[in-house]
Structure formats: structure tokens, C-alpha cells
């Protein structure tokens, strides 16, 4: 019934990009694989975070609100080439504020967070060390998926309802440098070029009267900087806390604590 | 020189003088009669001791002046109009159509074979209005036609009322557009319930309209003149009760509806209108009797759905008026009119019984019956199964036309009747319209329909449809939040 707000132009380039540098370093860790297996550390572990970034949904700015529970695999030198780390979870989405004034009566939604999987993997090679700092290049992907949720418009004379479903995905590409100074712990910095995209699928039934709205997902600042700290607690667990600030937005920012068994 | 004779004659015979005297003497006071009405005519209009007198009242600082001195000061109009005894068909013109496959060379032809005095084509609707010849009877032409293999159908030219009782001013007076409940403003001083209004202050914080949202008022024409509507009529519009382009108001009906729909808003006086920002598109089609033929009606419908200027285009046609019988030429028009995009917004009429046409026409009407203060069903409001919704009709407060104002009354009148129930629900429309105009014009009904108040008997009845509109349901963005 109403035309379909398109979709904010995807960052199809950069995920072609992470794909091109996965593809690249797989390769280049299975060619390697037989001569450096030894040298490979596999952590594994738990990684909770919140995770605040401004997006513009349409023509409104909002701020998306997430957090989540992830389950973690790292495997630092693999194939004595590169540091992998994959992880999937669930995660709650909130997208509070985001109006849909496409549909016959506008929602404006105000209700919260929105569960939905969430799973993704980053990547990240050394290029370059001098005494006690290691430079490189990083590259990784996100993708939350919310589950459809249902609300109940109760004040009207008919059955009315809407199903909200939300899902976005980020994919990121920067540097880093690390500090090796340390005999324990290893402090890191990140810079990366980091895009999002998604949409908010709204779907409004009052009695016959059905209509659907997307709001497309757009992050507000592309540049994000992390600082992180790799906590060795003892010769087994890794702590690491890591914040990172968004631009583009006051409330861009995000933080995670991960803890990371060795074996 | 027979003539000369002849002459000669008459001359000598003092008689023929004498006739012919009394015949230019005749025609001289005829001549002079109308020069006087017309002159009449164009004072009323535009600056009659009355319309002077008023004009000066209104500028005044009324807001000082108690509530009980200025209720004196508003006209009360307690005609209802509901069905009349006569005839409910016009005793000189029939609606024909002929079967689509037929030229027009051809029916034309046939036509002419029953001896009309006169016809007309309806573009668009593609049916004749036709007058029946002096030698017949609109009965015998209409069975005689109706036998005629060649025509799809031939009605009766039905006759129109309108819908309302007007009454008139200032906002403090309007509860159908914010009842603040307890003792009301308005006649009677009854008591009233808090909030049985459309709630539209809180809609007007989101949607006030579009200039270029016309709604066409197909009444008794409006008072273009009107400080709280001069600047929101669009044009003169079309009288086609006396087939000209000037639909003005001479009865009082039509500047009442008008202005409960696009009153002038936020002008530090009269009252205000639904749709702050629409405006208006006056077309005449009930004469100073109250009374109208279908097919002005059907021209009218046909003229508003065609009508642009500029950028502006009708987007609400309100009829505050009905007939008791079904036409298809009426559907036709409707049909055209609906499917150009157009909301049709219709009172039930005032008669206490069925629904009247054209709101009968369930599939592109709105049928608005009337409630009250207190959010109860007027007595007179007409029921059935294709009421859709309610709104406000009782003691309503409205303009009415400067030269029908009498000196002391300011240029407002209470009103009651559905009449004054359909033009909340076009004003309403009207915004939908203007915050929406993707919508499609089904879309923008069920919004209506689907967003009111229930009241009455639970869920969706007959006498108040799916309930009394409530314009800040449909138009203020509903909040979800997390329970």
C-alpha cells in the first residue's frame, strides 16, 4: 500500500573489501599452515558489551542502543600469519525514537530493546614492530539480526498491532598499534574506518488496513577509535577491556570486557 | 393600400393606443423592479447597512464582553431539516442514460422523440438531465422511458435537503472541538461530558494542513465574504442552481458547514476550523428554499473531482445534505469522483430514520451521524448499517453569511443537526489528506473509521458507526513504549 522506503545505501564496497583481506589472509594462513602450526594460541571465552552509536534513521538521528553477551573464539598467530577472532551471541537492539510517519498512523517507537542473534569475526595482521611496538591492519564484520517483536495498539476501537523487526550489520577496517612494554599486559589502540547499515521494519495492521514501513539504518560518523587492554590474569585467562568512542554523535560510544581462556 | 387602410383604421380607434400605452408602462415597471433587485442584490453582497453594522461589531474587542451578553449576540437557528411532505422528485426534470454501445447522434435522436423542453449531457457521468415538454408529465416520460430498450436507466430528479439545524461563535464556545466538560457555553447551558469533543488541539500540534488541500462544500454556497472565511475560500465557485460562477450564500447553510471546516484559525477572532490551513471550494447546489435537485448535485460532484488551480485540488468533498432515494447517476458521480482520489464525506440526515443518499452509498461515503456533548446520539441522527462514524452535532458553532446577519448578532449562529456532524469529519479528512497524500482514499476512511472513540452500544452499531472521531488518535504519532 505504501511505497517502500528504500533502503540506505549499504557499504557493499567495504564488506568486499573485509571479505577480500578474509580471503587473502585464509590463504595465506592455510599455504603457511604445515611450517607454523606450533605457534598458534586458541582463547576461548565469554565477552559481554554495550555499544552506543548514532545512526540516522530516515530524516530523525537516534542513537542505537545494544548490548550483548557473546560467546568468543581467538586464535592469535594463526597459521603464523594472523590473529582471528569469531564470535556469536544474543544481543538486545534498542532504536528508541525512531519515527515511521509513512505508515497511515505514525509510530513513533519508544519501547525498548529488541532481542536478536548477533555473530561476526574480526581480523588482524602485524605488518610492522620496532622494540616494543607492533603496528597493523585490521578488518571486522558484525551482524545482529533482532527477532520480530509484537505491541499491542490498545486504545483503538479495532484490533490493531504493529511487529517491529529490526537488524543492522557493521564492518569496520583500520589500524592498530599495540604496547609490548609490558610484561603482562598489552595496551592497544585502534582506528578504523567503521560503517553501518540496516533497516527497522515496521508493520502496522488496524483491522483491513495493513501498511509497512522501512527506515533505513545509516551510521552518523564513519571514524571510530578504541583503546584496549589485554590483561594477562594468570598463564590460562586474558582480560580485556576495551572502550571505544564513534564519531558523528555525543553518544557514540562503546565498551566490552571479554575473558578468555587459553589452551 | 390596404395596409394604409388598415392603419388608418386603428388610429382612429382609440383603444390601440390605450393598449399599447399600458404595455410599455408594464414593462417600464418591470424594467425598474429588477434594476432595484439587482442593485439589492450587490448591496447585500458587498456593503449593506446590515453587512456594515455587523463588520463594525465584529472588529470589536469582544473578549471582554461577558459570555452571557455574547451567547445573546449569536444567532440560534433551530430549523432542522428532515423530510418534507411534497413530492421528493423534481415535477419538471428526469435523469436518463442511455446504453453505453449508442452515439450520441443517436440517443439525441431518441430523446427528442419524447418532445423534451430541454437537456443536458453530464459530462463524465454521461447521463441527461432532461426537462420534460409541456404536453407531458415527468410520471409519463419516466415510464415511457423506462420501457425503452435503449436506456440503462431513467430516475426521477430526486430532491435534496440539507442536514442541519446552524447555530453561531468564538472558540471558548466550540466543545465539538474541546469540551472542558461541566456547565457549556452554548444554548441551554447544559452540562457536558469533559473531553466528548474530536480532540483536535492535540492533533493541530502535529498537522494544521495544506493551502493546497482544497475541500469542496456542495451546499447552499458560502459567504466568501465572511471575515473568518475570505481568506480560505479559494474561489467564487459554481452556483448551479442559477448556472453561474458565483456560489454565493444566500441561505446560510452552506457558510455554516464551511466554516466549521476551514474557519479562519489563530486570527484573534471568530472561531476556528478543523483544517487550519485547507481551503475551501464553495459550490451551489441547494437554493434559498433548503432544497435541491439530484442532478445538481451529480454536476457538482463531477465539476469539484475535475477542479486544479495551481497547485491546489479538491482532496474532500463534504454533503451536508441528502436524499431519500438511491440514483445510479448519483453513484456514478460518487464512483468518479472517489476514484480521482477524492474523500467523500456525507451526513445521515436528520429524520430519526434510515440513512439518507448520498452517505447510503456505503462504498464511497463516509456517513457521519450526530452526537452530542455528552457524547450521546442525537435523537434526529438517522441510523443504519452504513453509519461509519460520529461526530459532534449538536448546538454547533459556526459562521453564518454577513447579509443574513441581523443588526446587534455578530456573523456566527449555533447550529445542530448531522449537517453540522459531516464537516468535523471533512476537516478531519482534509488533514489526513495533507499529512498524508500518499494515502489511498480507502486508506484515509478506515483511518477514520477505525480511530474514533466508541461510544453507544460497544464496538462498531448502527446509530454511531465505529464511534465519535477522534482526530489526535489518527494524527499524533503513537508512542510505543515498554510495558
Request: proline share 5%; net charge neutral.
Amino acid at each position: 500500500m505504501l511505497p517502500k522506503l528504500k533502503k540506505g545505501k549499504k557499504s557493499s564496497w567495504l564488506s568486499l573489501f573485509i571479505l577480500l583481506l578474509f580471503t587473502i589472509f585464509a590463504s595465506q594462513a592455510l599455504s603457511a599452515q604445515s611450517s607454523n602450526q606450533n605457534k598458534t594460541r586458541w582463547e576461548m571465552g565469554l565477552s559481554a558489551g554495550l555499544f552506543d552509536r548514532g545512526v540516522k534513521a530516515g530524516s530523525n538521528e537516534l542513537t542505537l542502543k545494544s548490548s550483548n553477551l557473546l560467546l568468543e573464539a581467538r586464535a592469535t598467530n594463526l597459521a603464523g600469519w594472523f590473529d582471528l577472532d569469531i564470535f556469536a551471541g544474543i544481543n538486545s537492539s534498542k532504536l528508541n525514537g525512531a519515527l515511521f510517519d509513512q505508515l497511515p498512523v505514525t509510530i513513533d517507537y519508544e519501547a525498548g530493546g529488541i532481542s536478536g542473534l548477533i555473530f561476526g569475526g574480526k581480523i588482524s595482521k602485524a605488518f610492522f614492530q620496532t622494540s616494543n611496538f607492533k603496528f597493523g591492519l585490521l578488518a571486522d564484520f558484525t551482524s545482529y539480526i533482532g527477532f520480530q517483536k509484537k505491541y499491542t495498539l490498545s486504545d483503538f476501537v479495532v484490533p490493531a498491532e504493529v511487529k517491529a523487526e529490526p537488524d543492522w550489520a557493521q564492518a569496520s577496517a583500520g589500524i592498530f598499534v599495540t604496547y609490548d612494554g609490558f610484561v603482562d599486559n598489552q595496551p592497544f589502540l585502534e582506528i578504523s574506518f567503521s560503517k553501518l547499515w540496516g533497516t527497522f521494519k515496521m508493520s502496522e495492521t488496524i483491522q483491513d488496513l495493513a501498511a509497512e514501513e522501512d527506515k533505513s539504518l545509516k551510521d552518523a560518523g564513519p571514524i571510530s577509535i578504541a583503546l584496549g587492554w589485554n590483561i594477562n590474569l594468570s598463564k590460562d585467562i586474558v582480560f580485556v577491556p576495551k572502550l571505544r568512542v564513534y564519531t558523528g554523535s555525543k553518544t557514540a560510544i562503546s565498551g566490552g570486557l571479554s575473558l578468555l581462556y587459553t589452551f | 393600400m390596404k395596409i394604409k387602410k388598415l392603419s388608418q383604421k386603428l388610429f382612429r380607434n382609440g383603444k390601440f393606443v390605450a393598449v399599447v400605452s399600458l404595455i410599455c408602462l408594464f414593462a417600464f415597471l418591470l424594467g425598474l423592479n429588477q434594476l432595484q433587485l439587482s442593485a439589492q442584490k450587490k448591496q447585500d453582497r458587498i456593503a449593506s447597512p446590515v453587512t456594515q453594522k455587523n463588520k463594525v461589531k465584529f472588529g470589536e474587542n469582544i473578549a471582554t464582553d461577558s459570555p452571557n451578553n455574547l451567547l445573546k449576540r449569536i444567532k440560534i437557528i433551530n430549523t432542522l431539516y428532515t423530510k418534507s411532505t411534497g413530492k421528493n422528485y423534481s415535477s419538471e426534470k428526469i435523469i436518463v442514460k442511455f446504453k453505453p454501445e449508442l452515439s450520441v447522434q443517436s440517443t439525441e435522436t431518441i430523446l427528442k422523440a419524447y418532445q423534451p423542453k430541454a437537456y443536458h449531457l453530464i459530462p463524465r457521468v454521461e447521463a441527461y438531465v432532461v426537462q420534460v415538454g409541456p404536453e407531458t408529465t415527468v410520471e409519463e416520460t419516466l415510464s415511457a422511458l423506462q420501457s425503452n430498450p435503449d436506456v440503462l436507466y431513467a430516475e426521477p430528479d430526486y430532491k435534496l435537503r440539507l442536514c442541519t439545524t446552524p447555530n453561531d461563535q468564538l472558540f471558548k464556545y466550540q466543545y465539538a472541538l474541546s469540551n472542558p466538560g461541566g456547565v457549556l457555553q452554548i444554548p441551554g447551558s447544559p452540562t457536558g461530558k469533559p473531553q466528548a469533543d474530536i480532540k483536535i488541539t492535540g492533533a493541530w500540534d502535529y498537522v494544521k494542513g495544506d493551502p493546497n488541500v482544497l475541500v469542496a462544500v456542495l451546499d447552499t454556497g458560502v459567504d466568501y465574504t465572511h471575515p473568518d472565511l475570505v481568506n480560505k475560500v479559494i474561489s467564487h465557485g459554481k452556483d448551479f442552481v442559477n448556472n453561474d460562477d458565483d456560489a454565493y450564500d444566500d441561505q446560510g447553510h452552506g457558510t455554516h458547514v464551511a466554516g466549521i471546516i476551514g474557519a479562519e484559525t489563530n486570527n484573534n477572532e471568530g472561531i476556528a476550523g478543523v483544517a487550519w490551513n485547507c481551503r475551501i471550494l464553495p459550490g451551489k447546489i441547494i437554493g434559498a428554499d433548503g432544497q435541491g435537485d439530484y442532478d445538481w448535485l451529480i454536476q457538482a460532484l463531477v465539476w469539484a473531482a475535475d477542479y486544479t488551480s495551481g497547485a491546489a485540488k479538491v482532496g474532500v468533498i463534504n454533503m451536508s445534505l441528502g436524499g431519500d432515494q438511491a440514483d445510479p447517476a448519483l453513484e456514478q458521480a460518487l464512483k468518479y469522483a472517489y476514484d480521482k482520489g477524492i474523500v467523500l464525506v456525507a451526513a445521515t440526515g436528520n429524520d430519526g430514520g434510515p440513512v439518507l443518499y448520498p452517505a447510503a452509498y456505503d462504498q464511497y461515503c463516509l456517513a457521519v451521524a450526530g452526537s452530542d456533548y455528552n457524547d450521546q446520539i442525537a435523537d434526529f441522527s438517522n441510523y443504519g448499517p452504513q453509519v461509519d462514524v460520529a461526530a459532534p452535532a449538536v448546538w454547533i458553532l459556526s459562521c453564518y453569511p454577513l447579509a443574513l446577519t441581523e443588526p446587534g448578532y455578530l456573523p456566527y449562529a449555533f447550529a445542530s443537526g448531522t449537517s453540522m456532524a459531516a464537516p468535523h469529519v471533512a476537516g478531519f479528512a482534509a488533514l489526513i489528506k495533507s499529512a498524508k497524500p500518499w494515502l489511498k482514499v480507502d486508506d484515509i476512511m478506515k483511518i477514520i473509521k477505525y480511530t474514533p472513540d466508541d461510544i453507544g452500544a460497544p464496538g462498531r452499531d448502527d446509530y454511531a458507526g465505529y464511534g465519535r472521531i477522534n482526530t489526535q488518535r489518527a494524527l499524533v504519532p503513537y508512542k510505543i513504549i515498554k510495558k
